[in-house]
């Protein structure tokens, strides 16, 4: 699936139609609607939110899946936990690379107690290809990663 989701983009960037009007209001307007979901664990307004056959990475260990079905499994075991992060948009550059096809790079805060109850918080880096199709937009690849600390300065 890996090597079908990069023929596609590398199709798509080769084919890049007019550019859209806003590809930033379009993908701050997802973003925002893909944060009210999670943060609620409304999990079939998350769903709405990705293509039938769309691809998630996400930062933890198996938070990898295909498909609406997988992706469910994905976001009901995350919001199935005892606390639940919260996720905030930072920042994000979207670029329109077709007419119905947007990439985006962003940084988001996921917030979440840590072991010691208080609050914790992570940036999260996304990479992610929207479509549009049925006249709404959709994720077909959502990656997301947490980077790992720098190693300790030597000394």
Request: with cysteine; proline share 7%.
């Amino acid at each position: 699936m890996k090597k079908r989701a990069m023929i596609c983009l590398a199709a798509i960037l080769m084919c890049a139609g007019p550019a859209l009007a806003d590809p930033a209001a379009i993908v701050k307007a997802h973003s925002e609607a893909f944060a009210k979901a999670a943060n609620a664990c409304d999990i079939p307004a998350v769903l709405k939110l990705y293509e039938n056959d769309a691809v998630i990475i996400w930062p933890v260990e198996g938070e990898v899946a295909t498909g609406k079905a997988g992706i469910e499994k994905v976001v009901k075991e995350q919001c199935s936990g005892g606390a639940k992060p919260s996720l905030k948009l930072i920042s994000s550059d979207s670029r329109a690379i077709g007419k119905n096809y947007i990439i985006n790079v962003g940084m988001w805060d996921s917030t979440s107690p840590g072991p010691d109850g208080k609050p914790m918080t992570a940036r999260v880096r996304t990479t992610e290809l929207l479509h549009k199709s049925g006249g709404k937009w959709r994720y077909v690849i959502d990656h997301a990663s947490i980077g790992i600390a720098p190693p300790p300065a030597k000394q």
